[in-house]
T-cell receptor, first 114, second 116 residues
Framework: DTAVSQTPKYLVTQMGNDKSIKCEQN?????MYWYKQDSKKFLKIMFS???????INETVPNRFSPKSPDKAHLNLHINSLELGDSAVYFC?????????????FGPGTRLLVL | AQKITQTQPGMFVQEKEAVTLDCTYD???????LFWYKQPSSGEMIFLIY??????QNATEGRYSLNFQKARKSANLVISASQLGDSAMYFC?????????????FGTGTRLLVSP
């Protein structure tokens, strides 16, 4: 009964490959996010979706394409992976209103591009 | 643009003592929210505590309390009676509104080490 889940937890791949990370939340939240945490532990927003609609795109390269088939799922597809894409990717969700719209994070996906 | 500053890259505390982790912020938005998250070595991001800019009282959640000083634009996290399991990275974050929707802007984090 995990609130926000991500698969896979670890992803090791070669440069140039295409990969996807899946995220699901069972909290009934309207808004979902993707964050990237770099090697220095700095966290930065990449995308946000509200009810399947893209609302935030923080100048992320076109190689990154989020997809939200329904409001409980937000997947991240990455084309032509580069070494600099190595990071931890966190999915998060929040309610539209209430308690400051606190964001709850998934366990993270550790991506290593070789 | 909103900014969060955490000036302590690392902090040490002995078990059972209290510790304060500093966070200052910068915003021109009169309505904002401040959050603290814990990231243990296992890597997950755990929500700890929230403070709204209009909240009259400082937020508390168990052993966590937020020392919110609006005029100084600071939102320090106080952990009372530290435990070994409190050893982790701690991130301060602010809600940044874009067209009515929020994203979180994070500080660089403070690594806390609790010693026996």
């Amino acid at each position: 009964d995990t609130a926000v889940s991500q698969t896979p937890k670890y992803l090791v791949t070669q440069m140039g490959n295409d990969k996807s990370i899946k995220c699901e939340q069972n909290l009934g939240h309207d808004t979902m996010y993707w964050y990237k945490q770099d090697s220095k532990k700095f966290l930065k927003i990449m995308f946000s979706y509200n009810n399947k609609e893209l609302i935030i795109n923080e100048t992320v390269p076109n190689r990154f394409s989020p997809k939200s088939p329904d409001k409980a799922h937000l997947n991240l597809h990455i084309n032509s992976l580069e070494l600099g894409d190595s990071a931890v990717y966190f999915c998060a969700s929040s309610p539209r209103v209430g308690r400051g719209e606190t964001q709850y994070f998934g366990p993270g996906t550790r991506l290593l591009v070789l | 643009a909103q900014k969060i500053t955490q000036t302590q890259p690392g902090m040490f505390v002995q078990e059972k003592e209290a510790v304060t982790l500093d966070c200052t912020y910068d915003t021109s938005d009169p309505s904002y929210g401040l959050f603290w998250y814990k990231q243990p070595s296992s890597g997950e991001m755990i929500f700890l505590i929230y403070q709204g800019s209009y909240d009259q009282q400082n937020a508390t959640e168990g052993r966590y309390s937020l020392n919110f000083q609006k005029a100084r634009k600071s939102a320090n996290l106080v952990i009372s009676a530290s435990q070994l399991g409190d050893s982790a990275m701690y991130f301060c974050a602010m809600r940044d509104q874009i067209s009515g929707f929020q994203k979180l802007v994070f500080g660089t984090g403070t690594r806390l080490l609790v010693s026996p």
